[in-house]
């Protein structure tokens, strides 16, 4: 069966500093991959998706980026994060493009 | 304009019961699929149930039922014998048919709480 994981669980980092986030799919080849970041009492916001290696596309232009080194793994990065970037940080996997979404257990990010 | 629409912030119901947690959307598309989510606590996203706009029937996923109405680009979710465990946010999504963009649109969410 197909299992997504998200590293780390819960994250506290000062203005400015950097950040990586990072998402493993496993059981599944070639998947869709979604970055999602989620306000406080909000719905979820599309940042990045990408349809594979190498391929992402960016929804909302800020100073996060996203890579896709392999098949499987999809990383969230900044240079610099500001206050604006706390948030629950979600990313999913589908199959297809239009087929449900899956999603990892999330990353809570708080930037102070 | 919103392109999914959940007018329920906060919902009630008595466990047992059924619930209705309404949801509006707004495309041009003919073809397009509409999701429904559940968030506990936790913070996990959990997919429950798929409709897709040439399905004539109602999507039903066992106590999940989607009470689609085209016209009314309506897409209620229907949540019988309520449990206590059901007590979330319920985030409605649509993914528009259209080949460009990778868009899933989401609603701001409803909570539900199940009373004992």
């Known amino acids: 069966s197909q299992t997504i994981h998200q590293w780390p669980a819960t994250l506290v980092q000062p203005v400015g500093s950097p950040l990586s986030l990072e998402c493993t799919v496993e059981?599944?080849?070639?998947?869709?991959l979604y970055w999602y970041r989620q306000a406080a009492g909000r719905g979820l916001q599309l940042l990045f998706y990408s349809v594979g290696i190498g391929q992402i596309s960016s929804e909302v232009p800020q100073n996060l980026s996203a890579s896709r080194p392999q098949d499987r793994q999809f990383i969230l990065s900044s240079k610099k994060l500001l206050l604006s970037d706390s948030g629950f940080y979600l990313c999913?996997?589908?199959?297809?493009?239009?087929?449900?979404?899956?999603f990892g257990p999330g990353t809570r990010l708080t930037v102070t | 304009a919103q392109k999914i629409t959940q007018t329920q912030p906060g919902m009630f119901v008595q466990e047992k019961e059924a619930v209705t947690l309404d949801c509006t959307y707004d495309?041009?598309?003919?073809?397009?699929?509409l999701f429904w989510y559940k968030q506990p606590s936790s913070g996990e996203m959990i997919f429950l149930i798929y409709?897709?706009?040439?399905?004539?029937q109602n999507a039903t996923e066992g106590r999940y039922s989607l009470n689609f109405q085209k016209a009314r680009k309506s897409a209620n979710l229907v949540i019988s014998a309520s449990q206590l465990g059901d007590s979330a946010m319920y985030f409605c999504a649509m993914r528009e048919g259209s080949n460009t963009g990778n868009q899933f649109y989401f609603g701001t969410g409803t909570s539900l709480t199940v009373i004992p």
């Open positions: 059981g599944t080849s070639n998947p869709n």
């Open positions: 999913a996997w589908s199959v297809l493009r239009n087929s449900e979404q899956y």
């Open positions: 495309t041009s598309d003919q073809s397009y699929g």
């Open positions: 409709q897709g706009s040439y399905d004539e």
